[in-house]
């Protein structure tokens, strides 16, 4: 380096000073901040070449043969001055004493990887979570090789006795092995990436609130790509939660609980709080300069959160319908319990198909949620007018005939919202579609898979 270090110096400065291309100035900078790297290390190294027959300081560095006292070091060292690449420096020139042995050297570079992570902690304070989970997981992914590597490679020197310790370490052997180290802990953990930020998000833990706004930075509406792709995941999550609590409602049916009622109560307030958050981040979006697709993609978020929105409001009022049916001690009819069932799989399968499709934006997949919703609105007909009939009979009383017709109405209006979803998710690909145009052009045209599905759904769920 001290060849060739004065060169990428002159070069630096004048790339610096007299450059107008950025990127030559970045460049004159790196080359000017290497320099001023080797000038130091070689600095270091003429004043530690003294100390090569200095029998105090060849005592110190053999106490820490002992792997634990190294690594100690190497970390100490290294947080206090905060660079690791000027502690590594620092180890090579006293390497050039001669006093510094490979087996003192391993243990002193595995501590300086962990110390390095002090830059990044001190930075993190007072910052965001995310931040602050950005910070520990580069500190798990220090830690985690650190222990790894040393548990191997001290348990193989306990079988092997690998001689080269005992050899003396130069800088270019410390430069190797540093080098080496990091290469392979980043082949063993980038694998386990996931796992580590999950350990940094369990040690600094997000309520439900805060995870979703965390997710939904206000810095990304700077870029509406990015923010539509936040809001888009945010908005999946939403859709599972207005699904599942229709699923959990249908189930209180068949066999109510305190439990599950209150657990459809608080999927409805989660997904009132999704629709708040998510309203809002979308109004502000939708102010910023965007192209026709993401115009299309917004429209569909906005119009779809709604929906969602609505779905969970009607697991709320069926889950009240069961809650009242449990605490009258009453229940439907043979024959109506077996018509509810037949009406509740074909909602279970719309909304199925509504949020998958709308997950995965799946135009092809749309289509086949309104020959079904069409199904279910003949359903829901047939169904009220067999429920008269049996009032009429006397095999149901007039006060199951209200529940019975409340069931059904929501039942016809979750498969609406369904059709919705389905119609915007089209609409996005096809910027300019009305609302409703494709729903009246299947109404006006004879649409061969229109036709095709409607008579699939209309068998698969026909009434006894």
Same mark, same amino acid.
């Given at each position: 380096?001290?060849? *060739?270090?004065?060169?990428?110096?002159?070069?630096?400065?004048?790339?610096?000073?007299?450059?107008?291309?950025?990127?030559?100035?970045?460049?004159?900078?790196? *080359?000017? !901040? *290497?320099?001023?790297?080797?000038?130091?290390?070689?600095? $270091?190294?003429?004043?530690?070449?003294?100390?090569?027959?200095?029998?105090?300081?060849?005592?110190?560095?053999?106490?820490?043969?002992?792997?634990?006292?190294?690594?100690?070091?190497?970390?100490?060292?290294?947080?206090?001055?905060?660079?690791?690449?000027?502690?590594?420096?620092?180890?090579?020139?006293?390497?050039?004493?001669?006093?510094?042995?490979?087996?003192?050297?391993?243990?002193?570079?595995?501590?300086?990887?962990?110390?390095?992570?002090?830059?990044? $902690?001190?930075?993190?304070? !007072?910052?965001?979570?995310?931040?602050?989970?950005?910070?520990?997981?580069?500190?798990?992914?220090?830690?985690?090789?650190?222990?790894?590597?040393?548990?191997?490679?001290?348990?193989?020197?306990?079988?092997?006795?690998?001689?080269?310790?005992?050899?003396?370490?130069?800088?270019?052997?410390?430069?190797? *092995?540093?080098?080496?180290?990091?290469?392979?802990?980043?082949?063993?953990?980038?694998?386990?990436?996931?796992?580590?930020?999950? /350990?940094?998000? $369990?040690?600094?833990?997000?309520?439900?609130?805060?995870?979703? !706004?965390?997710?939904?930075?206000?810095?990304?509406?700077?870029?509406?790509?990015?923010?539509?792709?936040?809001?888009?995941?945010?908005?999946?999550?939403?859709?599972?939660?207005?699904?599942?609590?229709?699923?959990?409602?249908?189930?209180?049916?068949?066999?109510?609980?305190?439990? !599950?009622?209150?657990?459809?109560?608080?999927?409805?307030?989660?997904?009132?709080? %999704?629709?708040? /958050?998510?309203?809002? %981040?979308?109004?502000?979006?939708?102010?910023?300069?965007?192209?026709?697709?993401?115009?299309?993609?917004?429209?569909?978020?906005?119009?779809?959160?709604?929906?969602?929105?609505?779905?969970?409001?009607?697991?709320?009022?069926?889950?009240?319908?069961?809650?009242?049916?449990?605490?009258?001690?009453?229940?439907?009819?043979?024959?109506?319990?077996?018509?509810?069932?037949?009406?509740?799989?074909?909602?279970?399968?719309?909304?199925?198909?509504?949020?998958?499709?709308?997950?995965?934006?799946?135009?092809?997949?749309?289509?086949?949620?309104?020959?079904?919703?069409?199904?279910?609105?003949?359903?829901?007909?047939?169904?009220?007018?067999?429920?008269?009939?049996?009032?009429?009979?006397?095999?149901?009383?007039?006060?199951?005939?209200?529940?019975?017709?409340?069931?059904?109405?929501?039942?016809?209006?979750?498969?609406?919202?369904?059709?919705?979803?389905?119609?915007?998710?089209?609409?996005?690909?096809?910027?300019?579609?009305?609302?409703?145009?494709?729903?009246?052009?299947?109404?006006?045209?004879?649409?061969?898979?229109?036709?095709?599905?409607?008579?699939?759904?209309?068998?698969?769920?026909?009434?006894?």
């Amino acid at each position: 380096p001290s060849s *060739f270090t004065p060169i990428l110096a002159m070069i630096g400065i004048v790339f610096l000073m007299f450059s107008k291309n950025g990127r030559r100035k970045d460049l004159g900078t790196i *080359f000017l !901040g *290497f320099t001023v790297l080797m000038t130091g290390i070689s600095m $270091m190294t003429e004043s530690m070449e003294p100390l090569a027959d200095d029998p105090g300081f060849q005592a110190l560095f053999l106490q820490f043969s002992n792997p634990v006292l190294g690594m100690l070091l190497g970390a100490g060292l290294t947080a206090l001055i905060q660079s690791s690449s000027a502690s590594v420096g620092i180890l090579q020139a006293l390497s050039v004493s001669g006093t510094v042995t490979m087996g003192s050297a391993i243990p002193i570079i595995l501590g300086m990887n962990i110390g390095t992570c002090i830059t990044s $902690m001190l930075s993190s304070i !007072g910052t965001s979570k995310d931040a602050r989970r950005t910070a520990l997981t580069n500190l798990y992914f220090k830690v985690v090789g650190m222990v790894l590597f040393m548990i191997v490679f001290y348990g193989l020197n306990s079988i092997l006795d690998f001689s080269f310790l005992k050899s003396l370490a130069n800088p270019v052997t410390i430069a190797i *092995f540093h080098t080496v180290f990091n290469i392979l802990s980043t082949v063993v953990l980038l694998p386990f990436c996931d796992g580590l930020v999950k /350990l940094a998000c $369990m040690t600094i833990k997000d309520s439900p609130e805060e995870e979703r !706004g965390s997710v939904l930075d206000p810095r990304l509406l700077d870029t509406p790509s990015m923010a539509i792709w936040a809001s888009k995941n945010v908005a999946d999550s939403m859709a599972q939660v207005a699904k599942n609590s229709i699923v959990r409602a249908f189930e209180l049916l068949a066999d109510y609980s305190e439990e !599950g009622f209150n657990e459809v109560g608080a999927m409805e307030e989660e997904v009132d709080r %999704y629709e708040d /958050l998510l309203g809002t %981040y979308l109004v502000k979006l939708s102010s910023k300069n965007v192209t026709q697709k993401e115009s299309g993609e917004l429209s569909l978020l906005l119009h779809s959160i709604n929906d969602f929105e609505r779905i969970s409001d009607h697991a709320v009022n069926i889950a009240e319908s069961a809650q009242e049916m449990f605490e009258k001690q009453v229940s439907f009819s043979e024959e109506g319990r077996v018509d509810l069932d037949i009406i509740c799989r074909a909602i279970n399968e719309i909304v199925d198909r509504a949020v998958d499709v709308f997950k995965r934006e799946d135009t092809r997949g749309a289509t086949n949620v309104e020959p079904l919703e069409d199904v279910v609105d003949i359903l829901q007909v047939e169904l009220k007018n067999r429920h008269v009939e049996r009032v009429r009979q006397g095999k149901c009383t007039i006060e199951m005939g209200y529940i019975f017709n409340d069931l059904v109405t929501d039942f016809e209006r979750v498969a609406d919202h369904c059709s919705n979803i389905a119609v915007c998710v089209i609409q996005s690909a096809h910027v300019g579609y009305e609302t409703h145009e494709y729903i009246e052009m299947l109404k006006r045209t004879d649409d061969e898979h229109f036709k095709k599905m409607f008579r699939e759904f209309e068998f698969k769920y026909r009434l006894p």
